[in-house]
């Protein structure tokens, strides 16, 4: 298994640009989230999806977008990049777990992020 | 709501030393999940240990231990005898339903970066 995967691993943006930022699993994981970690911050919820076809705001949603149509995959897409936004990226999966809490993460390696 | 504080921001310790690091939860779920994962200089996220609101045993894993108390809200780590590969930064999450839209969210601590030095 490649676990989780994230592309691509460093991206420049400038302000107002638009981009995607991919996020694969191969083990079947329904919970999928997006967080963002800036220095001092720690890690902070983006978006995040216990399914195909359901996605649900975290703590930081705006400006990101994501869908899931597939289980393996979940999308962040930048809508006009702000510095604001330079960051690191990481993609995490795990299993749902029944009544509640969700499974171990798996993490990818994450993506760095500048936005001039 | 959901929050996890870890108050200490920075940890400095000589090798050998023991250490323990903090980290103190909120949560209106009555089942829900605490975790430690660490990350270390190279970047990547590591997980540790996950435990279950309803299972306060402590547990020891060579030289790392948890000590989870639901009656403090804390789920504190301990490392005994420091070394130099367990400087990384910490994170604790929690684990829980999400009021709103019944689906369930991770949220982290903001870390403590723990340097050990020889």
């Known amino acids: 298994n490649a676990g989780v995967t994230q592309t691509p691993k460093f991206q420049v943006l400038k302000t107002g640009q638009s981009m995607t930022l991919q996020c694969a699993q191969d083990m079947n994981h329904e919970y999928m989230s997006w967080y963002r970690q800036d220095p001092g911050m720690g890690l902070r919820l983006i978006h995040y999806?216990?399914?195909?076809?359901?996605?649900d705001q975290g703590e930081v949603p705006n400006g990101y977008n994501v869908s899931r149509s597939t289980t393996e995959d979940f999308p962040l897409r930048l809508l006009s990049a702000a510095p604001s936004q330079t960051s690191v990226y990481f993609c995490?999966?795990?299993?749902?777990?029944?009544?509640?809490?969700?499974?171990?993460?798996?993490f990818g390696p994450g993506t760095r992020l500048t936005v001039l | 709501a959901q929050k996890v504080t870890q108050a200490q921001t920075e940890i400095s310790v000589v090798e050998k030393e023991d250490v323990t690091l903090d980290c103190v939860y909120e949560t209106r779920d009555t089942t829900y999940y605490l975790f430690w994962y660490k990350q270390p200089p190279s970047g990547e996220l590591v997980f540790l240990i996950r435990r279950n609101s309803f299972d306060e045993q402590n547990e020891i894993s060579g030289r790392y231990s948890w000590n989870f108390q639901k009656s403090t809200s804390s789920f504190n780590f301990t490392i005994t005898a420091s070394q130099v590969v367990d400087s990384a930064v910490y994170f604790c999450?929690?684990?829980?339903?999400?009021?709103?839209?019944?689906?369930?969210?991770?949220?982290f601590g903001p870390g403590t970066s723990l340097s050990v030095i020889p």
């Open positions: 999450a929690l684990s829980g339903m999400s009021l709103k839209t019944s689906y369930d969210k991770v949220i």
């Open positions: 995490a999966s795990s299993y749902q777990v029944i009544q509640g809490a969700t499974d171990t993460q798996y």
């Open positions: 999806s216990v399914g195909a076809g359901i996605t």
